[in-house]
């Protein structure tokens, strides 16, 4: 039997402020830098002992990983990190607060921008600021496969490979790791090892911060998942993830 912990970031200056962020580099607030310590504090009750870390490029994640192993007495730990552990890129929608423009495109469209399967938001120019191939972070990927916009399904597409080349051979080789990432790029992970559907998909929403436990066959088959915290209070988190596209009333 595996164990696997995912978390998403603490909450972000963009969470905060209800704007669609995607790959925008935003750093954590001061809630999510306590969500991260209290992350990490759970961990290190429970017992966990981590053997090699994975994070994005993207700083809310990295930061939310360095807090909790550090809270954990674990910041010693290699980490990886890989723009594939990004987030979902939200094109053209990148900056815009999620109210603003359910109020203005309607609450189903901006539904079907954040959590349709395989519809992506409009894409970004290549001259567009938002377009990641300025960005020296990501110098060593070809232009042609950088996004300028992603559905879950593209999303997916990019992750997997990393699943399938990084997270799983380590996994099988008997390391415990843990996973610092975001709310769309875990729902790509979620959906794959649960096998959920597209239309369960839609209805998955990861909150910010909280450990994510999974026990894994030894095919990788989840046998139990499980959040670590207080169930209403992570049930709120989650249902208040949901609300982030209604338009402001
Ligand atoms: O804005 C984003 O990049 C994501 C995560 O914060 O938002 P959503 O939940 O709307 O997909």
């Given at each position: ?66 807090i909790a192993l550090e809270e954990m007495g674990q910041h010693y730990l290699p980490v990886k990190r890989s723009w594939r552990l990004n987030e979902r ?95 769309n790029s875990l729902r790509a992970l979620v959906k794959y090892l649960d096998g959920m ?53």
């Amino acid at each position: 039997m595996y164990k696997l912990v995912l978390i998403r970031h603490g909450e972000s200056q963009w969470n905060l402020e209800n704007r669609f962020t995607g790959w925008h580099d935003v750093n954590l607030t001061e809630t999510g830098v306590a969500q991260a310590k209290n992350a990490g504090r759970m961990l290190k009750e429970a017992g966990f002992e981590f053997d090699t870390a994975y994070t994005s490029v993207l700083l809310r994640a990295i930061k939310t990983l360095n807090i909790a192993l550090e809270e954990m007495g674990q910041h010693y730990l290699p980490v990886k990190r890989s723009w594939r552990l990004n987030e979902r890129h939200y094109g053209a929608l990148t900056g815009l607060d999620k109210a603003e423009t359910a109020a203005k495109h309607g609450e189903e469209q901006v539904k079907i921008w954040r959590r349709s399967f395989d519809i992506p938001p409009p894409f970004v120019e290549m001259d567009d600021e938002y377009f990641p191939g300025h960005d020296r972070r990501y110098s060593h990927i070809d232009p042609a496969i950088l996004p300028r916009g992603e559905s879950l399904a593209l999303t997916i597409e990019r992750v997997l490979p990393y699943w399938h080349d990084e997270l799983r051979p380590a996994i099988q080789r008997g390391e415990n790791i843990i996973i610092a990432a975001h709310g769309n790029s875990l729902r790509a992970l979620v959906k794959y090892l649960d096998g959920m559907s597209e239309e369960e998909v839609l209805g998955l929403n990861i909150p910010t911060g909280v450990p994510l436990v999974y026990e894994l066959d030894e095919n990788l088959k989840p046998v139990s998942k499980e959040y670590l915290g207080d169930p209403e209070k992570i049930k709120a988190m989650m249902e208040a993830v949901a609300k982030q596209g209604s338009a402001k009333k």
